[in-house]
């Protein structure tokens, strides 16, 4: 029977339990039992069968503990992690990775220096246990003709290639990757990436990927997990998380977008330091009274518009080249602002100017999770 067989009846076994590869019930964690500060907060995830999920957040939020804590090297304070509807971690009781079914890939790749690639490969079969699978995985990852190399004499992209290859060789049915490509170069980086969920897939595997970085996240997972300072803000599809984030943070961390103080002036008026802003006459009328507590509007980068003026309120304080487009810092009324502009539109830092919206520009309204457009939009 091929390795790609094996594969479609690993998942297909997995599929028909109906029970998550993963799922975590109401996690806390904190290092310390006599700390105050909790490391993860009631957290509730759930992995599904053949699916590549992404724990995104800054550094310090909680996300390779939480890795830690599926793959058995930390115990739960509270809540419980379980692995095709068996708890195999409580506070009370923890399986030890071994025992667990589930791939490791780090950061640093840890391999074994003094073996070889190969050897590499079969450290985690059982003895006795058929290598081609091991064989077809060093093909499939492209090493195939680099079998007898040790650690050293390979590239970092091999090296991750290795260590990926030695995760799935003993047939997990979840490999769990610590921001696996942070140490690569950008060309290699995403090649890797853009390779992974096709690997997984021909490996019948899900996966869980910890990474800082928005783009990376976006790109190859089926769903991303946002995390700050230990509570989980949103789980959803790259297209839910774009056009429908759950709160501020998730807009500010994963489009990059700015968050605006604004005022309600009454009825379905508001205004903010861009201008009067309209609630779409779609939105139920409930919606629109008043003020909620610390009312803040999601504004896109490239909804603003700069308006040169030597007497202006605004200054431009730095840019970014970003290949197709410039990046702009905008101080204004106290507060930088990230700006999308055409190349075209080539200003100086100190550069004095005016912001508004532009006339079709629709913004998001937090907490009342509200779309608002300019009242320059034409009405339809």
Known sequence: MSDDSAATRLLAAVEASKEPPVEVRGLWHRYAASSDEWTLQGI???LQPGELVGLLGPSGCGKTTLLRLIAGFERPS????????RAVATSQRCLPPERRGVGMVFQDYALFPHLTAWDNTCFGLRRGQDTSRAAWLLELLGLERLIERYPHELSGGQRQRLALAR???????????????????????????SELPAVLSRCGTSGILVTHDPAEALAICDRVAVMQDGVLHQCASPRVLVESPATPFVGRFVLQGNLIPVTHVGGAIWRCSLGPLVARSSDPPSSLSGNAPESVLLVDPGAIQLQLDPEGEACVMGREFLGREWLYRVEAGGQQLRISLPLAQDHQRGTRCNLRLHDDATVLLFPQRLALRSSAHPRH
């Open 44 to 46: 509730d995830l759930a």
């Open 78 to 85: 509270l809540g419980e992690v379980c692995m095709h509807g």
């Open 167 to 193: 995760a799935l060789a003993p047939a997990p049915a979840v490999v769990l990757l610590d921001e696996p490509f942070s140490n690569l170069d950008v060309e290699v980086r995403l090649r890797l990436r």
